[in-house]
């Protein structure tokens, strides 16, 4: 009999201890996946403080693309001056204007332009959290000397950097 007690309570000790430990990984499974909930909560959270900045700022974002694209489009130096980055450094020669970004030269503007600028739209919008700046892709159209468009249009893509 003091065997058989025995037995039942060597077999009762590995099952008690058994369940706790099923219990105590269950516990390191629940702590793992709150974890990981977590951090996928905070980069979505991320996510909706940019959607909320690109629609509080789209005006603002806007009118300043318009101004960059009016003074490119007519060459307005001193207005460019102002809307540019200091990074980015604007040079005149003859009758250019040439923007130098990490040692890349891009034609902004030249009176030997034989198309004139027409129109331009917005194609798309975004804010990178990570940057804390504006990406705006733009599409400009120009007419010939017989006011038919030129194909292909001219896209940029520019970025803004939000003032603190």
């Known amino acids: 009999m003091r065997k058989g007690i025995g037995i039942i309570l060597?077999?009762?000790?590995?099952?008690?201890t058994a369940?706790?430990?099923t219990e105590h990984?269950?516990?390191?499974?629940?702590?793992?996946?709150?974890?990981?909930?977590?951090q996928q909560m905070e980069k979505?959270?991320?996510?909706?403080?940019?959607?909320h900045q690109e629609k509080e700022n789209f005006a603002v974002i806007s009118n300043v693309?318009?101004?960059?694209?009016?003074?490119?489009?007519?060459?307005?130096?001193?207005?460019?001056?102002?809307i540019l980055s200091e990074d980015i450094v604007l040079e005149r020669e003859g009758n250019k204007i040439t923007a130098i970004i990490d040692g890349v030269e891009w034609l902004l503007?030249?009176?030997?332009?034989?198309f004139h600028f027409d129109d331009w739209v917005i194609q798309g919008y975004h804010y990178n959290?990570?940057?804390?700046?504006?990406?705006?892709?733009?599409?400009?159209?120009?007419?010939?000397s017989n006011q038919?468009?030129?194909?292909?249009?001219?896209?940029l893509h520019v970025t803004f950097k939000k003032n603190r």
């Open 109 to 114: 503007f030249s009176e030997e332009r034989v």
């Open 10 to 16: 060597a077999c009762s000790l590995m099952f008690v």
């Open 65 to 82: 693309a318009r101004e960059f694209v009016r003074a490119s489009t007519s060459g307005d130096e001193e207005k460019l001056r102002t």
């Open 25 to 38: 990984v269950s516990q390191l499974d629940l702590e793992n996946k709150i974890e990981t909930l977590t």
């Open 129 to 144: 959290s990570d940057e804390n700046t504006y990406e705006m892709f733009i599409r400009e159209f120009y007419t010939d």
């Open 148 to 155: 038919e468009l030129v194909s292909p249009p001219t896209f």
């Open 19 to 21: 369940c706790s430990q």
């Open 44 to 51: 979505l959270n991320t996510e909706i403080e940019g959607f």
